[in-house]
């Protein structure tokens, strides 16, 4: 079993910066991408950035420049670097999970969430 545990987030002021950690316990060898996603009340998740296994970033939208991941399979963590924050960023974040060798790109596993509200 895998499990993931997000922490870091809260309330932070507009322009500011936080980072998101996710970290891995279990059977960590059968986890291969991490993504961070988010998730504003009443609507789908989206994801926001995601890294292989190897550590190569995945996923560049507009967010590409604020938004940095990074990933230490030593530590079994994931973090999300956030930076320039706007209100509109006001969400719950949550770390997911792609099973390793899997032929499904889908996350498998996911934390708890952690939300964060960015103030104006």
């Known amino acids: 079993q895998v499990q993931l545990v997000e922490s870091g987030g809260g309330l932070v002021q507009s322009g500011g910066s936080l980072t998101l950690t996710c970290e891995i316990s279990g059977s960590t060898f059968a986890i291969g991408t991490v993504g961070w996603h988010r998730q504003y009340p009443g609507a789908q998740r989206e994801l926001v950035e995601s890294?292989?296994?190897?550590?190569?970033?995945l996923y560049a939208d507009a967010r590409k420049g604020r938004f940095t991941i990074s990933r230490d399979n030593t530590r079994n963590m994931v973090q999300l670097h956030l930076n320039g924050l706007r209100p509109e960023d006001t969400a719950t974040y949550y770390c997911?999970?792609?099973?390793?060798?899997?032929?499904?790109?889908?996350?498998?596993?996911w934390g708890p969430g952690t939300q964060l509200i960015v103030s104006s």
């Open positions: 890294i292989t296994r190897d550590g190569e970033p």
């Open positions: 997911g999970a792609v099973r390793r060798w899997s032929p499904s790109p889908d996350y498998t596993f």
